[in-house]
């Protein structure tokens, strides 16, 4: 299982219990699908959706939301504040056949699958390919990019792109962390139409820390060839 049962232990700790919908998904969301049209067909999944901040905004617009997440823990507080959606939220590794047969107006991966080295998360695109409907969108935002400061510092890697280790910083704890440049990226989301690719980069003065990351539209052919 790719899952690292890292996350599970920060959750129950009160850790990474994010509650607001993060701008860049709502943004992301309502200019790249038909969301805001309020179709009741609309079917939303998000993977490693953690503590569901996003589920507020998503449940505005349409009442079916998925969620899966490795963490039984979350998952089951999720269930409690969300029960109209509760039997759409599962426990799992979203890298692994998923649980559910359902086909997806939108997907969303706020960060979580950044988590997994590379193999897997090839193994998790090909399955939100299959199981987006044709036109639909998979929003992808916070892929940390190698020029990010801390991908030179990792304490261990495990590849050339997947690092660990680190007990200091915004991956500590986290286990695997996976930086991406961009060769990695097309090759990665052969199968889609990129419609947007953007890189940004941050730094907060009088520190040397550079924060940089990837997000992404990417779209399923309405006719497949």
């Not at 504040?81 to 426990?91: A, D, G, K, P, W």
Request: aromatic share 14%; proline share 5%.
């Amino acid at each position: 299982m790719s899952f690292c049962q890292n996350w599970d232990q920060l959750y129950r700790s009160n850790q990474h219990m994010s509650v607001w919908p993060w701008s860049e998904i709502v943004s992301g969301a309502l200019r790249n699908t038909k969301l805001r049209e309020g179709n009741p067909d609309f079917t939303i999944l998000e993977v490693g959706c953690g503590a569901g901040a996003n589920f507020p905004f998503f449940l505005s617009y349409c009442p079916n939301v998925y969620g899966i997440d490795g963490s039984d823990f979350i998952i089951g507080e999720l269930k409690q504040r969300f029960t109209n959606i509760s039997n759409n939220l599962y426990v799992g590794d979203f890298t692994q056949p998923w649980p559910f047969s359902a086909q997806f107006d939108l997907i969303v991966d706020r960060g979580a699958s950044v988590h997994n080295p590379a193999s897997s998360i090839q193994r998790y695109l090909d399955q939100a390919y299959d199981n987006l409907k044709p036109g639909g969108v998979l929003l992808i935002t916070d892929w940390f990019s190698t020029e990010h400061s801390d991908y030179a510092k990792a304490p261990e890697s495990v590849d050339e792109y997947t690092k660990t280790g680190y007990t200091w910083g915004p991956f500590a704890d986290v286990g695997n962390v996976n930086f991406f440049n961009a060769d990695l990226i097309h090759q990665l989301v052969s199968r889609f139409e990129i419609v947007s690719l953007s890189h940004a980069q941050s730094s907060e003065y009088g520190s040397d820390g550079v924060h940089a990351a990837w997000s992404m539209v990417l779209k399923k052919p309405a006719h497949e060839e």
